[in-house]
């Protein structure tokens, strides 16, 4: 065979080699969006594992060298797993803890966003720019975020997703600063108040920022010894500072729950969460009658709140979590009934429970 003959050969062969790979690619996107909806991690590791110990039994069996099919392999995979987890808005700087739980509950093959408040973080799962977004919801020692809640009452998005990271705040500094030179701390308001008695003891003059880790970002940039950050470990790595003093939390029991949001809703998994939001009318027993449908049908709530409405004076919402999906029929009939005693009510979302 003539060599124009075997290069127009090989030229066949890698035309089909691409469409193969961008079905994979494809596929693979479809399996992320099905983990998505299951509240499955985008990483897989055993399940990587087994595709390369398959393809080293091929190249085998076709006598080519599995080291290098394998290497051939992994680029392909990394490609799969960067459609898998698509892209993620988050509040913050790059080290913050709302980027943390992003990779905890989808893994590291997700591409993020960092956003400087929550409003753009909807706003950006809103118009499209994202598919996801990530949002904190409450803590356990400073109780709820009560911007994620307004906006989750005003936003189209839905709830698809929880997640929860243990929080371990640090205080952190140049890389020549010492605790005892230190005067003034940067964080967000809620780590400076879960540090209140590490903070008040050392009596420093407290700065709240909107950002944990863009705190971080801002000392360094500023470059002087006596201010410092509080903010997590990595935050110090990421942007080469000083951790001072670890775990200044007053409580070791502190934990930060995230809402996953989307466009989509997550369908039913059999261990499930709904999250719902509704008003009142002004009448004895209102409230007692509402979560009645629910307690009714031995459906159990896991959390209820109540915010302003910013409409009137002393009027509320209230938020309700509880076990099960809205598409259940037991729970469609509840919510039906709900909607009788209710001025309106509001699926923000059915989402698998966090693990």
């Not at 594992?49 to 080291?67: C, F, H, P, R, T």
């Not at 093959?109 to 973080?121: A, H, R, T």
């Not at 005892?180 to 780590?191: E, F, I, N, T, W």
């Amino acid at each position: 065979m003539k060599l124009e003959e075997l290069r127009k050969k090989i030229d066949d062969m890698d035309e089909q080699i691409v469409k193969l790979i961008a079905e994979r690619v494809k596929i693979a996107e479809d399996i992320g969006h099905a983990k998505r909806q299951q509240g499955k991690q985008v990483e897989d590791h055993e399940r990587e594992k087994k595709v390369l110990e398959n393809v080293k039994n091929i190249s085998i069996s076709a006598g080519i060298n599995e080291a290098e099919i394998s290497k051939i392999y992994k680029e392909i995979m990394a490609v799969s797993k960067g459609m898998q987890g698509v892209r993620v808005a988050f509040q913050g700087e790059v080290g913050a803890y709302s980027e943390e739980a992003a990779y905890q509950f989808f893994g590291l093959g997700i591409e993020l966003k960092p956003c400087e408040s929550l409003d753009d973080v909807f706003k950006a799962v809103e118009g499209g720019d994202v598919k996801l977004g990530i949002v904190p919801v409450e803590n356990s020692l400073e109780g709820s975020i009560s911007r994620t809640y307004d906006l989750l009452l005003d936003s189209i998005v839905k709830v698809c997703g929880e997640t929860q990271i243990r929080v371990v705040h640090n205080l952190i500094g140049v890389p020549e600063a010492r605790l005892d030179l230190v005067k003034k701390v940067y964080s967000h308001p809620q780590a400076l108040g879960q540090c209140k008695r590490f903070l008040k003891q050392l009596g420093f003059e407290l700065k709240p920022t909107y950002d944990t880790a863009g705190s971080v970002k801002m000392v360094k940039e500023k470059g002087r010894p006596d201010e410092a950050a509080i903010a997590s470990a990595r935050a110090s790595e990421i942007y080469g500072m000083k951790v001072l003093a670890r775990g200044i939390e007053d409580n070791p029991n502190n934990f930060t729950r995230f809402f996953i949001i989307s466009m989509e809703d997550s369908l039913p998994t059999g261990n499930d969460k709904t999250s719902i939001v509704f008003s009142l009318k002004h009448r004895p027993g209102a409230l007692y009658c509402a979560l009645s449908e629910l307690a009714g049908r031995k459906i159990n709530l896991t959390k209820i709140e109540s915010r302003p409405t910013r409409q009137k004076a002393w009027e509320y919402n209230f938020y309700v979590d509880f076990d099960g999906h809205w598409e259940d029929r037991v729970f469609k009939e509840a919510l039906e009934k709900l909607e009788e005693s209710t001025i309106f009510i509001k699926v923000l979302g059915s989402y698998p429970k966090v693990r």
